[in-house]
């Protein structure tokens, strides 16, 4: 793999975006890389909250399934779980990119 197809590496973890949905590709490389908010439907699914049956669109309601998948054998543990679990995720990467960008 060369530098430009690698999967882009988060606390020393290479994350790879491909087997997600590709409209949530970008929202979900925002959250990990960076701790962007996703919109409220992203947010209710990283923190594991079922109204986000009732939230999401249908076609990311059909998604779940494999949204779920790529969290759990994709993504770091740290960015979905808990409400609590998620805004810590959000502060620690908004901090590490202000830290790495004042140097």
């Excluded at 779920?68 to 979905?80: E, L, V």
């Amino acid at each position: 793999m060369n530098a430009q197809t690698e999967a882009p590496q988060v606390d020393g973890m290479a994350v790879d975006y491909k087997p997600l949905p590709e409209r949530l590709r970008d929202t979900m490389r925002l959250w990990i890389e960076k701790g962007i908010p996703p919109g409220s439907g992203t947010k209710l699914i990283l923190c594991h909250d079922l109204a986000a049956v009732c939230a999401c669109d249908d076609e990311t309601v059909a998604e779940l399934p494999a949204i779920y998948r790529w969290m759990y054998n994709n993504a770091p543990a740290g960015c979905h779980g808990s409400k609590q679990v998620v805004e810590a995720w959000g502060k620690w990467r908004r901090n590490a990119v202000l830290t790495s960008t004042n140097r």
